[in-house]
């Protein structure tokens, strides 16, 4: 390398690091993010308790319902987030997703009870429709709706396991 080449190398490496810099603030460091977790994780505990409260305070069983689905939710939440901190925080954070067992041991099973598990979520999604169909009772509607939108929700996550995550090399 002379001269020339080695300054412009200095040069590349220099504009790469600046071309970096901007998006290396925004990442935030692997302590930073378990602490964000945890933050996050507290608030869905408060919510949790909260949302105990209001089930107990609300005369309405329709209102108790709503509260009990977000509790729900938010016990939910809670587990996942203190689930993504453990992994963060283990030997190896890197596997979110224990690709390589599913791909070499029981991927073809596992792909085909999801395909089961998919159907099954579409006929949750068509029988609660057609119901919604058949009644005006505005409360029962907008409650059952949610639960519409639940199976809508899985049966999405469902079809991104089939298709992105235990997808077969080819
Ligand atoms: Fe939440
Ligand atoms: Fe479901």
């Known amino acids: 390398m002379n001269l020339i080449e080695g300054f412009m190398k200095k040069f590349e490496d220099h504009k790469f690091k600046i071309n970096q810099l901007p998006r290396m603030l925004f990442i935030l460091s692997q302590q930073k993010l378990i602490e964000t977790l945890e933050k996050h994780r507290e608030l869905e ?5 909260m949302c105990e409260a209001k ?16 509790r729900m939710d938010s016990i939910k939440h809670a587990y996942i987030l203190k689930t ?3 992994i963060l925080q283990a030997e190896s954070p890197d596997i979110l997703w224990n ?3 599913d791909k070499y041991i029981g991927q ?3 792909k085909k009870e999801l395909e089961i ?9 068509h029988a609660h429709e057609e119901l919604l ?5 505005t409360g029962l509607k907008v409650i059952l709706q949610t639960i519409v939108e639940d199976e809508k929700r899985h049966h999405k996550m469902i079809m991104h396991m089939i298709n992105n995550l235990l997808a077969l090399d080819p």
């Open 45 to 49: 505990l408060r919510n949790i308790k």
């Open 55 to 70: 089930e107990k305070e609300m005369k309405s069983l329709g209102a108790q319902i709503m509260f009990y689905q977000i």
């Open 84 to 86: 993504l901190k453990d």
């Open 99 to 101: 690709y390589l067992a």
């Open 108 to 110: 073809v099973a596992s």
């Open 117 to 125: 598990h998919a159907e099954l979520e579409k006929e949750m999604i």
């Open 133 to 137: 169909k058949k009644i005006d009772n």
